[in-house]
């Protein structure tokens, strides 16, 4: 299992990355379908991680959040992830059960990573009875 979790964080720096997001909307028989394109060279694919019920993982990882183009955190449980957490989080966002976090650059609105701190963890934690499966998709440029 160890080998398969430092496999899936392996970064691909330096080859054209192309990721397309779907956004749909539909109501009542009215739908809009568009695809936003985010093309880079640098990606980090973390997970798939067990998040313990009522427990917490902490997850070491650097990531320069300046050269972030798209986020995509995904939980079938309800977690909240705070970045490079001593005590005081940089960074804390809640992935809600079912409902992914995602952003990407081109969305016009800020960066989530609001505190403007480079990651150097991530801390995972879980209330609660049972088990969360926890995926962590970053798209960055490798040379900004």
Not at 114 to 140: C, E, H, R, W
Request: glycine content about 10%; aromatic content about 8%.
């Amino acid at each position: 299992m160890l080998a398969m979790l430092a496999v899936l964080g392996f970064c691909f720096c330096g080859l054209g990355i192309t990721v397309v997001l779907t956004l749909n909307y539909n109501r009542n028989g009215e739908q809009i379908a568009r695809n936003v394109t985010i093309e880079t060279d640098g990606e980090k694919n973390l997970g798939p991680y067990t998040v313990p019920g009522s427990g917490s993982l902490t997850i070491t990882q650097d990531i320069d959040v300046s050269a972030v183009k798209m986020i995509y955190f995904t939980s079938d449980l309800t977690v909240t992830m705070t970045t490079n957490d001593d005590g005081t989080p940089d960074d804390t966002f809640v992935i809600t059960a079912g409902a992914p976090v995602v952003w990407c650059v081109d969305t016009g609105l800020p960066n989530p990573f609001k505190s403007t701190v480079d990651v150097t963890s991530f801390k995972l934690t879980k209330s609660g009875a049972g088990d969360a499966t926890v995926n962590i998709k970053i798209l960055y440029d490798s040379t900004p």
